[in-house]
């Protein structure tokens, strides 16, 4: 039996269905100016396509991806692509019928069905792993920057003077008064509350005492570490990603510089030199502040603050506070420098990369802030 589809400007579809071999005759030309005609001949015939079937290309003149997507929508991907073994067609022909077989015969994702057990267990399972990954890469960058570091601390022609005074510039001596602002505040609030709650006991002298401890031993590296992993970090990350976007670092490479050295360790030693210094700040403006409101508010005079100030807190808290800060300074300058490495190009992704530089620092900065505290409570310090 013959079945006879032909469309006007010559593209033709004809079904030999009577053969002991189906035979489907493919001529004319199938592009997108016929798609129209065609597309309803397709859908007639398509259940009428038997397993086994040959198809005849001898007679097509022309074809586009809208005639090859009609004709998978016919045959089916798979036999399509087993026709082509020993078609005759033109190069470019068989090329497109391929390419366009292969893209429709991709299996279409399988339909949500709703919440299971099993999605939360995958879902925990994907961020562990993410975690774990990222964990990794944080490793060896660091390890990276201390190899780099190593190498060049010996070779003093080789230090990048000019760069990391710079970066010390905007990364310390710009933050100053917002670190010194924000510290100073604090420290009247915590004085404020603590005279508060101490005033119940009779005991507000102690709010000396409690001001102090606090700036020196935890709230003037912290709050410092935090103000520069919003500020410094992201800066970093949105930088270095812009130069990667711009193939700026690949152009480093080229002229057989080493980004990390040339990029990261500025950074990383600006951000180590500023951070102890703005921690300092930090303790005496906190400690200003809780001097004022003992003023104003208790009675307590700023001499007679000092003077307990001197003899009730021991030097090894201030030490305990101002060690912590260059961890803190190097792990927020190679967060923020690794996830600048890690843009893809786009602005989207400095975007991305930017805020994820700005969270994983300020975690970072507590959960090793509170294992140092944990630390020093265990050894007595």
Known sequence: MLAAMNAPDDARLELHDGEDTPRLRVGGAWTLSHYRALAPRVADLRERIRPGIKIDFSTLTAMDTAGARLLCELVGAQRLKGALADAALAPEQRMLLETVASALAVPSALPHTGYRFGDLIAHIGK??????????????????????????????????????VAQLERIGFNAVPIVALLTFLVGAVIAFLGATVLAEFGVTIYTVTLVSYAFLREF???????????????????????????????????????????????????????????????????????MTVCALSLGISPEMFLSLLSTDIEARHFFVGIGKAPIFAFLIASIGCLEGFRVSGSAQSVGEHTTSAVVQSIFTVIVVNAIAALFCMEMGW
Do not use: K, Y
């Open 127 to 164: 961020a562990v792993t993410a975690f774990w990954e990222h964990m990794v890469g944080l490793l060896g960058f660091i390890g990276l920057t201390l190899d780099r570091l190593a190498r060049t601390v010996w070779r003093p022609r080789r230090w990048r003077v000019a760069a990391t």
């Open 220 to 290: 003037g590296v912290f709050l410092a570490a935090i103000l520069l992993a919003g500020r410094t970090s992201s800066a970093f990350a949105a930088q270095i990603g812009s130069m990667r976007a711009n193939e700026e670092i690949d152009a480093l490479r080229v002229l057989g510089l080493d980004p990390v050295e040339w990029l990261v360790l500025p950074r990383v030693l600006a951000m180590m030199l500023a951070l102890p210094i703005l921690t300092f700040i930090a303790m005496i403006c906190g400690i200003a502040g809780g």
